[in-house]
């Protein structure tokens, strides 16, 4: 199930939510999910990373993401594409429940864009959540916009959201396939 909020005055800028049912243990799932230097076997743009600072995987630790775009994502918008890195730093940590973190700005401060995973036990197995949440303008979102009018503000924060949903449903896809197989 994908849930793409819409963007008002009064909602955040992004808003994306997908979940899907795994047959693993919530603890078996959250191990995986808060292996961020293994988001490759499953993120659409992330081919990896390293912990570069924190015991990996707590509050406060720093990831540097490894991340490609192909050029024809929302091909009329001025986004990056090809290679670049991220740095993000976990902001929740909770065994089994939750794993959230936020990308930092280029001053190493944590901005209000914000991905987490929620586990929640189901039977003999959990749900998991992937959800996005951006509360307001990123470096990267303030440099994208710039330029743009608002009637092409307005199509690109739609198209965004188009692509963060399909992103989230493909992540959670290629989560099961690596819990699952067995």
Same mark, same amino acid.
């Given at each position: 199930?994908?849930?793409?909020?819409?963007? +008002?005055?009064? #909602?955040?800028?992004?808003?994306?939510? /997908?979940?899907? =049912?795994?047959?693993?243990?919530?603890?078996?799932?959250?191990?995986?999910?808060?292996?961020?230097?293994?988001?490759?076997?499953?993120?659409?743009?992330? +081919?990896?990373? #390293? %912990?570069?600072?924190?015991?990996?995987? +707590?509050?406060?630790?720093?990831? =540097?993401?490894?991340?490609?775009?192909?050029?024809?994502?929302?091909?009329?918008?001025?986004?990056?594409?090809?290679? %670049? =890195? #991220?740095?993000?730093?976990?902001?929740? !940590?909770?065994?089994?429940?939750?794993? =959230?973190?936020?990308?930092?700005?280029?001053?190493?401060? !944590?901005?209000?864009?914000? %991905?987490?995973?929620?586990?929640?036990?189901?039977?003999?197995?959990?749900?998991?959540?992937?959800?996005?949440?951006?509360?307001?303008?990123?470096?990267?979102?303030?440099?994208? +916009?710039?330029?743009?009018?608002?009637?092409?503000?307005?199509?690109?924060?739609?198209?965004?959201?188009?692509?963060? !949903?399909?992103?989230?449903?493909? #992540?959670?896809?290629?989560?099961? /396939?690596?819990?699952?197989?067995?």
């Amino acid at each position: 199930m994908i849930q793409v909020m819409g963007r +008002t005055q009064h #909602t955040p800028l992004f808003e994306v939510r /997908a979940d899907i =049912r795994l047959s693993a243990a919530p603890y078996e799932v959250y191990a995986v999910v808060s292996d961020l230097p293994r988001s490759a076997e499953w993120s659409p743009e992330c +081919t990896g990373g #390293t %912990w570069v600072s924190g015991e990996p995987a +707590t509050v406060g630790a720093v990831f =540097r993401g490894e991340n490609r775009r192909s050029p024809n994502v929302v091909e009329w918008a001025p986004v990056v594409r090809g290679t %670049w =890195r #991220t740095e993000s730093q976990v902001v929740a !940590a909770e065994p089994g429940r939750a794993f =959230r973190w936020a990308m930092r700005d280029s001053f190493g401060r !944590a901005q209000q864009s914000v %991905w987490s995973y929620e586990i929640k036990p189901a039977g003999d197995g959990c749900v998991l959540v992937h959800h996005f949440l951006m509360g307001a303008p990123t470096e990267g979102i303030r440099s994208i +916009t710039a330029d743009l009018d608002e009637a092409e503000k307005r199509r690109f924060f739609a198209d965004w959201s188009a692509k963060l !949903a399909k992103d989230l449903q493909v #992540t959670l896809l290629n989560i099961k /396939a690596v819990i699952e197989r067995k």
